[in-house]
């Protein structure tokens, strides 16, 4: 009687010892799956946040470009103006000459004829003058080059702040836009057309980046411009351990969004805010 309660006994602390390890082992699995989706969820972060610095960077070359060509299309107005000014000033110029040798070949009884050409010629002479002031002014006035502004505003940044030069650099440009394209339409244009340029690669290189990382370019969404920063929301999937029939094996694609530093030139364009293109 006492060896059968015995083993019953033992029987029943078998059942429960497996039990409690399959108890145990359902825990282990759920703690197991909930640190998986905490990895899986910094995972997507880290890559939406990737994601969105190299678009940002990619709006900057774009931007960089733009600057160059304005700077030299400024620099070749000016230089065509110059060149303009000096070819009327040395037709001028000539014409005087030829209006002298005129007034030396004339007899000095041709009152009439000698004072009408010595109006033309004080006519040409008064135009010389002025455009000799306006061809001084226009070849001394500085170059109004945005490249040169945006270093003069680096090394201003440069003695305030404590930054990476990477961070300078681009708040150097943010500066020198926000300060100049409220009244300079060329300008405003060529950074407009720097954005729509650069779209279909911004697009591209949040493709690329979230499948280097590991994530999902199907499904990504980009934010153009949502205040005034590029914003990438994607995802990265989420595989979790199975315990039997008791915790099935399940597939989720896990959200989360990142986004670059912020281009405060942007909000001085319009038709760039607020745009979400989603990738295929």
Do not use: C
Request: hydrophobic residues 35%.
């Amino acid at each position: 009687m006492m060896r059968k309660l015995l083993r019953n006994e033992r029987g029943n602390i078998s059942l429960f010892i497996l039990g409690l390890l399959s108890v145990m082992m359902i825990m282990f699995v759920i703690l197991l799956n909930l640190s998986k989706v905490f990895v899986v969820k910094e995972h997507a972060s880290s890559n939406a946040e990737q994601a969105s610095l190299s678009a940002t960077s990619v709006v900057y070359e774009k931007v960089e470009q733009a600057i160059e060509d304005y700077d030299n299309q400024m620099a070749s107005i000016k230089n065509k103006k110059i060149q303009d000014l000096q070819e009327k000033i040395d037709g001028w110029e000539e014409k005087i000459e030829d209006q002298e040798d005129k007034l030396d070949d004339l007899k000095d009884d041709d009152k009439d004829k000698k004072g009408k050409i010595e109006e033309k010629i004080e006519d040409l002479e008064e135009k010389i003058k002025d455009n000799e002031k306006k061809f001084s002014q226009l070849k001394n006035n500085p170059d109004s080059v945005i490249q040169k502004k945006i270093e003069k505003e680096e090394q201003k940044l440069k003695v305030k702040h404590s930054w990476s030069n990477n961070q300078i650099y681009v708040n150097a440009i943010d500066n020198v836009l926000m300060e100049e394209m409220p009244m300079n339409k060329k300008l405003n244009d060529s950074i407009a057309n720097a954005l729509n340029d650069s779209q279909q690669k911004i697009l591209q290189v949040v493709k690329q980046t979230t499948s280097e990382n590991g994530g999902n370019p199907a499904g990504t969404q980009v934010k153009l411009f949502e205040d005034n920063r590029i914003k990438v929301r994607t995802s990265t999937t989420f595989k979790s351990e199975a315990f039997g029939e008791t915790i099935p094996k399940e597939k989720k694609d896990l959200y989360d969004e990142g986004s670059g530093p912020s281009l405060d030139f942007v909000e001085y364009l319009k038709g760039w805010s607020n745009e979400t293109i989603t990738l295929e």
